[in-house]
């Protein structure tokens, strides 16, 4: 792939390097936060929210077909990944700071290939499955994987191509095969709901109330009807 040019008549190098100059002119505590942020806080952040989504569709009435949906965002993200491993190998697009200078890279040992951003890819994937699932969770799901896109550019390790790459494919493994995974998943989440791992699908039911206590006889010391003889 020909070397791309930093003098800023291409707009993918061009943002890289606006976005990447903020670290430069960041205290030392924001670069080392958004590097933290970026290599793993949102992944730990999507981890929660699909635990979530998990505890909330147990109780849903469609409890299993939920857990179901739910549970298609973290193997989304997953198969996308496997997906990217041969995109990354076609495209073989070196990382931004092996043709570029002057970026502030703060994150060491990224010496694979550059297209497809693997974080972008991972964290748009679970938003997408989670929108599908529920919104409120979805829309947050998704503004951290718009926050993950920011984060690999400021860390100087992606272009904002790769991170836009990294979006398209995640979406596409999702929508695409949602039907498959829905025609596998779905029946083995039912198939759990009638065994003994049912709590794994489906919350237990509320417990019911007592039933009033028979009223007391006082004549014969015993539970009676309450009714006099």
Not at 62 to 75: E, G, H, Y
Not at 107 to 123: Q, R, Y
Request: charged share 15%; proline share 7%; with cysteine.
């Amino acid at each position: 792939m020909p070397t791309l040019q930093a003098d800023g008549s291409n707009p993918d190098v061009g943002l890289l390097y606006d976005v990447n100059g903020l670290a430069r002119d960041a205290p030392g505590w924001v670069d080392t936060a958004v590097s933290w942020v970026g290599e793993y806080g949102i992944l730990l952040g999507l981890l929660a929210l699909c635990a979530t989504a998990w505890l909330r569709s147990r109780r849903r009435p469609d409890a299993p077909a939920a857990v179901a949906a739910v549970l298609w965002a973290p193997l989304a993200a997953g198969v996308a990944e496997v997906l990217n491993i041969p995109v990354r190998a076609l495209v073989a697009r070196p990382r931004p700071f092996v043709d570029h200078t002057g970026l502030d890279v703060l994150v060491s040992g990224k010496n694979d290939f550059s297209f497809a951003s693997d974080h972008a890819t991972m964290t748009m994937a679970v938003a997408v499955a989670l929108l599908l699932v529920e919104r409120r969770l979805g829309l947050l799901a998704l503004l951290f994987a718009l926050l993950e896109g920011f984060c690999r550019m400021y860390m100087g390790v992606h272009y904002p191509s790769d991170v836009l790459g990294g979006y398209a494919l995640g979406t596409a493994v999702v929508l695409l095969l949602a039907p498959l995974a829905t025609a596998v998943l779905v029946p083995l989440c039912r198939s759990v709901s009638r065994s003994a791992a049912r709590p794994l699908v489906a919350a237990a039911p509320g417990r019911r109330e007592r039933p009033a206590a028979a009223p007391y006889d006082s004549g014969s010391g015993r539970p009676g009807s309450g009714m006099a003889a």
